[in-house]
């Protein structure tokens, strides 16, 4: 199993960026994803995720209105478009994927991990 994120960069406090994640190995379509981050020094925390049925999102109250989850089950992938950032979105970003997850901001409902993608916002 492979989850590949990508998306990270530099971006300036305002500005957007859009995470992708491409998963393999894994019957994508029936598997939940989340977003997660983790910022210098401080515990991962749960950004966003969905459900294998689309209308089933969740968000971290600091990403509500700013962030949007999205899955392409054709291309085995799932996005996070990030809108408004702030420099307190600076993190790695790691996205997750599980068979089983009632809850979306459960980290230990998740099975697979990726490598993470850096996030950078300037002030």
């Known amino acids: 199993v492979q989850l590949q994120a990508s998306g990270g960069g530099l971006v300036q406090a305002g500005g957007s960026l859009r995470l992708s994640c491409a998963a393999s190995?894994?019957?994508?379509?029936?598997?939940?994803m989340g977003w997660f981050h983790q910022a210098p020094g401080k515990e991962r925390e749960f950004v966003a995720g969905?459900?294998?049925?689309?209308?089933?999102?969740n968000y971290a109250d600091s990403a509500k209105g700013r962030f949007t989850i999205s899955r392409d089950n054709a291309k085995n992938t799932v996005y996070l478009q990030m809108n408004s950032l702030k420099p307190e979105d600076t993190a790695v970003y790691y996205c997750?994927?599980?068979?089983?997850?009632?809850?979306?901001?459960?980290?230990?409902?998740?099975?697979?991990w990726g490598q993470g993608t850096l996030v950078t916002v300037s002030s």
């Open positions: 997750a994927a599980g068979q089983s997850v009632p809850l979306l901001r459960a980290q230990r409902s998740y099975d697979y």
């Open positions: 969905i459900k294998w049925s689309f209308r089933d999102t």
């Open positions: 190995g894994i019957t994508f379509s029936t598997y939940a």
